[in-house]
């Protein structure tokens, strides 16, 4: 029979009948509200149970009833670890001389069931040795994206990416490019979104708004998990969950994304995307840089020293560079060279040693963001009224971090002309 045959069929069945069902794993409405129309309500007590991680389905199908699932407590994530590594011993117990490997291991889990189950199925078919298992814990990241044992996680992930809307895709890649340990705040991510071109408008809705939306989704989903809110209860700072971000990491490789640079590597860096993330620098960095330029993006996040010809490099090389984050470096010139980025709509040196500006600056027509705060420039040069696509302007030079007392910081001086600016 055809689809609606079929929906006749069981709509009158179920008429007759107190029923119980049980949906696993729905990952859109659309799926739901198709389900939904052979579901009568016949007033019989019938009861319907739906899984899934998307909080907007869960919304559509609960009148209220949402049971949400937390991560396991420290101890009962051990316990379930325990019986899956340890299954022929009765009590499950873990050897004494190998407790502080695994509990390494079991941590970064971060209490989820179905990425301890598969961990200590992996833990039960492996040598019991400290040096086994020393070696699976520096290995665990490369483990989790190659060990047949565990596609049951990337399944889960995958089929997570594969159901996120299109607008919501490159956002979450792009969280992944940083450490994991790295806290991204609100308003640093909308604004590198905007400047990706990430956003796009909604309605009477600003750009910043309709980012901020973005990220709710992504916190809704599962995809990125919210740590604090401000005092105005606005989110504030996220992270993306450990095991989370070594798969997103692959699946960044995969899509040619993007790509990160950590010191400790070794070796050249090979260029296969337009974004490159540095993890930590050193003076010699550039000699492992090829393909610069394909360089779209580029985001220092280690306040080490960095080699005097990097910047000027990015500057001739990566034309069509459309983010370039120098933040916390120890950089004092900005090259003239900065100008002819003509694509450029993010610049960040917040908290550098930039004394000044060059001229060429006012030719950066499509900068929308400009980000001086914290940097040892007191007066802005007089061409900055000429980008009118700015959004956002900061330069306030903090003197006291502590916020002791009412003088804690203080401003820069300002050119005539910058209420021109109508987009700021």
Known sequence: MDITCLEETLNKFLEQHKYLIILDDI?????????????????KGSILIITTRECDVAALASRGHILTLEAL???????????????RDTNHECPVELKSWFEQIVSKCKGLPLVIVLVGSLVRVREKTMEEWRIINGQ???????????????????????????????????????????????????????????????????LEEVAEGYLKELIDRNMLQLVERNSFGRMKEFRMHDILHKLAVDLCKKNRFGVTY?????????????????????KGVQQSLSSIHQLR????????????????????????????????????????????LFNLRHLGLRNTKVK???KSVEKLSNLLILDLSRSDIHELPSGIVKLKKLRHLLAEKTIDPYWRGLQCCRGVRVPNGLGNLINL
């Open 27 to 43: 990952w859109t409405p659309e799926a739901f509200d198709e389900m939904s129309r052979v579901l009568i309500h016949n007033d």
């Open 140 to 206: 665990l990241s490369w483990e989790l994206n190659n060990n047949s044992r565990l596609d049951q996680i990337s399944n889960v992930l995958h089929l997570s990416f594969i159901y996120l809307p299109t607008h919501l895709k490159s956002c979450f890649l792009y969280c992944s490019l940083f450490p994991e340990d790295h806290l991204p705040k609100r308003k640093e991510l909308v604004r590198l979104w905007i400047a990706e071109g990430f956003i796009e408008g909604r309605g009477e809705s600003t």
């Open 73 to 87: 407590p420290e101890d009962k994530g051990w316990d379930l670890f325990c019986k899956k590594a340890f299954p």
């Open 297 to 340: 993006t580029f985001i220092a996040l280690d306040s080490s020293m960095l080699s005097p010809t990097l910047l000027p490099l990015l500057c001739k090389e990566s034309r069509d560079m459309t983010v370039l984050e120098l933040s916390g470096l120890p950089i004092e010139k900005i090259p003239d060279a900065t100008g002819d």
């Open 356 to 358: 000044m500006l060059p």
């Open 262 to 282: 950590e010191d400790n590597c070794g070796g050249s860096l090979e260029m296969d995307g337009h974004r490159l993330v540095m993890h930590k620098l050193n």
